[in-house]
């Protein structure tokens, strides 16, 4: 079993910055690759940042890229999204997820409000 527990979001202007961070324990967290996925009121759930298990590998969705740093810590057993320049249509809730062989897991989600 893998717990995932975000927090970090929170209410900000546009233009703000916010880090949320993911918590896992359960496993061996440098096993784990790990992603952040958002969704926002009335629309489907969306990948927003890939990161590799040993963090050499990320990608991100196109809205985001530029404004948004998907990192861990093997350490600390922590994933964080550092989202800068952030706008309006980045509110959402934002989920920790990873998949180890055919099972997927899930965080509760933060909420990120971007809001004047």
């Known amino acids: 079993q893998v717990q995932l527990v975000e927090s970090g979001g929170g209410l900000v202007q546009p233009g703000g910055s916010l880090n949320p961070s993911c918590a896992a324990s359960?496993?061996?967290?440098?096993?784990?690759?790990l992603k952040w996925f958002r969704q926002a009121p009335g629309k489907e759930r969306e990948l927003v940042a890939y990161?590799?298990?040993?963090?050499?590998?990320?990608n991100y969705a196109d809205s985001v890229k530029g404004r948004f740093t998907i990192s861990r810590d093997n350490v600390k057993n922590t994933v964080y999204l550092q989202m800068n320049s952030l706008k309006p249509e980045d509110t959402a809730v934002y989920y920790c997820n990873t998949k180890i062989y055919v099972a997927e897991y899930w965080g509760q989600g933060t909420q990120v409000t971007v809001s004047a």
């Open positions: 359960g496993l061996a967290f440098v096993s784990m690759a």
């Open positions: 990161i590799s298990n040993l963090g050499g590998i990320t």
